[in-house]
DNA sequence: GACTGGCACTCTGCGACCGGGAGTGCCAAA
DNA sequence: TTTGGCACTCCCGGTCGCAGAGTGCCAGTC
């Protein structure tokens, strides 16, 4: 393959990007200085549709990048496109400016939303592979206890425990000891064991109680650890309405679903490196007009703790989607491991 | 006004609702026994339409509802139209399984969405009319504390609170104590004046992070209460795209700024009575083209602690919305209650 | 052999046109 | 007050024609 041919693949996807209609041989030879004539860039164009890297809605139209168009470019075409000092500066200071880990990952969204101009996902960290800080119990009614889980990402948790049996508060602070003693400093799934062993450690008139808390630890927080996501910008699928002739009610339904979105943010979590996902190259049947930017975000360590991303039509502008999401994720992680 | 005119109204609301098509005279004298000839109800309809309760698109089309005629229809025709027995039991089963308030809201919003296929929103209980039940003071790092607020409707609230200095374990516990004393048992507004005093009430060298943690408190507590909201359904909007011609972005952009909503909740939380708003009755603009439909919840003693509700079309099935809203307004306002 | 200008061809998009149909308003009669 | 009849208006869908864009191919040039 040309280098030549290579750059009028490029000159349709920038093109196509920018207007939203197929670009012609004309338009390219005269808005990008190839120093060929429209004809040349005809047989290039030909060539390329042959590859299967463009192809025409309809015999007279010009051509439209192929998902498979659109993954050579992100491979082997796409420059990066750094944030401007002005994003970057609106970035930090956002960011900065959030009172807690909720607060993060909301500014979070509604700015890859506003660089982006698109759908933007942010996953809450994963609980698995956080360390719990702090396990809060707290009496809501005589015979019912409020466990608070805080860990290390400064992710706060809260699951409702249902004692048959009221309890004093003396024996609530006993809990709230042996439950910390258990948890604290370890991650869920390796604190298991000790909090399934719980209620073998404590006096008898503990007994019932810790049985209690214990297997709803176990139950909702370690074995079905719930996945959060924050979603935001959804207004900007609207923005084209040509992007999603049919399936634009199919995406909101999949994005408000969350299990689709889960899975992808799951499926790459590299820290520090950009996933893209083209189209046709999204297992969801749902997300084959989307492409979705994602990434892994953590604190320095190296940890991946969640994913973040922006869905968008095919049609997007990779070079500055992946510019964005990657900056978001480092300033991201900056705040979680000065946290 | 004729109740044969009214009548006339009424079928035209229920047709259009169902159909989304103009509904004409003739139409109407033979889907609903009105006991008289289409000639008869055209006139009926003249009157109506000159009273500004039903217009024409055009000349020869079928006449739909104005704002007004649904107005109306909603004040003197609506039918109470109760649940089905499988819609409440389903409605209570589902609630029943949430595990923490998160849950109920979250779960209460799917409800509504699906119940009324449309767009719901359920506002977190408010901060300034619940009880403070625990106050948890967490050392995240030396020199950074997180408060994490209780409240008596299970709404849990995170703060980082930056000291200037390192803290100690046991100072970390004095703070917790003298904060649960001036919090717990209170609104957040009525402790306001305790909190700012907290500072001159404690020894020396607890003083400043006394005052950074009551700084916190009644900057992001007290005089800013963050008011939340969940979301759902957004994928109805686009249903019928002939229903927001051109306002659906606005719509979805006002839905995820919040604010709106916001307001709208706030200003009709009367619990147990539902409040409908139509068209242009709403104040802002975005919404002119939808129909909100709220109402308080709270638990049984009669305080309302949020506002949820749903919002679509004016097109919309206001008996049907209305008693959905209703019906899961009183579930949750039942499970507050019992927690 | 690669590139280029020219040219015939194809296909869409858009406006004009037109007839069928739905629905109305009005009128005179019951 | 209601009703049947009737002329009228306007939308909607289909067809037609045309301009324009873009192509593929070919013959000629460097």
Redesign the pocket.
């Known amino acids: 393959m040309?280098d030549?041919k290579l750059e009028v693949l490029r000159a349709i996807v920038e093109d196509y990007v920018a207007t939203q209609?197929?670009?012609?041989?004309?338009?390219?030879a005269q808005r990008h200085a190839l120093?060929?004539?429209?004809?040349?860039?005809?047989?290039?164009?030909?060539y390329l549709?042959e590859a299967g890297y463009i192809h025409?809605?309809?015999?007279?139209?010009?051509?439209i990048p192929t998902d498979k168009g659109y993954r050579l470019f992100v491979d082997r075409l796409a420059q990066v496109k750094p944030l401007s000092a002005a994003e970057r500066r609106a970035v930090q200071a956002f960011l900065d400016g959030a009172v807690d880990l909720d607060d993060v990952l909301r500014r979070s969204v509604r700015l890859l939303a506003q660089l982006t101009r698109q759908v933007a996902v942010v996953q809450y960290p994963t609980l698995t592979r956080s360390k719990v800080r702090h396990c809060e119990v707290v009496k809501l009614t005589p015979a019912r206890l409020m466990l608070v889980v805080i860990t290390d990402s400064g992710r706060v948790d809260q699951r409702i425990v249902d004692l048959g049996d009221v309890i004093s508060d003396d024996d609530v602070s006993k809990l709230r000891t042996l439950v910390n003693g258990a948890l604290v400093g370890h991650r869920l799934p390796d604190a298991s064991a000790a909090v399934a062993e719980l209620p073998n450690t404590v006096p008898h008139e503990l007994r019932d109680a810790m049985v209690a808390v214990s297997t709803v630890l176990i139950e909702t927080l370690v074995e079905h650890p719930e996945e959060r996501l924050v979603l935001g910008g959804t207004a900007n699928l609207t923005r084209n309405a040509a992007d999603f002739p049919n399936s634009l009610r199919q995406v909101l339904e999949a994005l408000e679903e969350q299990v689709v979105v889960l899975k992808l943010l799951a499926s790459a979590q590299e820290r520090g490196t950009v996933t893209v996902r083209i189209g046709e190259e999204n297992e969801a049947e749902e997300m084959r007009d989307t492409s979705v930017v994602t990434i892994g975000y953590g604190p320095g360590s190296g940890t991946v703790l969640g994913g973040m991303g922006v869905v968008g039509p095919t049609r997007m502008d990779y070079p500055g989607s992946i510019a964005a999401v990657h900056a978001v994720a480092r300033y991201v992680g900056e705040i979680l491991a000065g946290r």
């Open positions: 040309d030549r209609e197929p670009v012609g041989s004309k338009a390219v120093g060929v004539s429209a004809a040349t860039i005809r047989n290039d164009m030909a549709e025409q809605p309809h015999t007279s139209a010009g051509r």
